[in-house]
Nanobody
Framework: QVQLVESGGGLVQAGGSLRLSCAAS????????MGWYRQAPGNQRELVAT???????NYADSVKGRFTISRDNTKNTMYLQMNSLKPEDTAVYYC??????????WGQGTQVTVSS
């Protein structure tokens, strides 16, 4: 069973930084696409950023230039470096991985709160 463990969330002041991590385990199959999504209260879950096994990245317009997604394929771990955080970045952040032949899996979520 594929398991995802997220860490790195917390409370930070506007303009500050946080780094999220998502470690995948429990599979011998390759992990194709990894991504971060977020959901604020009353809102739908939205894409933040994705990264393919090749390293190709994709970002939501709202985080371009402030967030950086990366991955370590040797550790099946993905990171999200978040800089210049804004109050509107406050949300629960979820990692999602697409495992070859198995499908998509979601993490349990980690809270990010940015105070003004």
């Amino acid at each position: 069973q594929v398991q995802l463990v997220e860490s790195g969330g917390g409370l930070v002041q506007a303009g500050g930084s946080l780094r999220l991590s998502c470690a995948a385990s429990g599979t011998r199959f390759s992990i194709d696409v990894m991504g971060w999504y977020r959901q604020a209260p009353g809102n739908q879950r939205e894409l933040v950023a994705t990264i393919e096994s090749s390293g190709t990245t994709n970002y939501a317009d709202s985080v371009k230039g402030r967030f950086t997604i990366s991955r370590d394929n040797t550790k099946n771990t993905m990171y999200l470096q978040m800089n210049s955080l804004k109050p509107e970045d406050t949300a629960v952040y979820y990692c999602k991985v697409q495992v070859s032949l198995l499908g998509n899996y979601w993490g349990q979520g980690t809270q990010v709160t940015v105070s003004s």
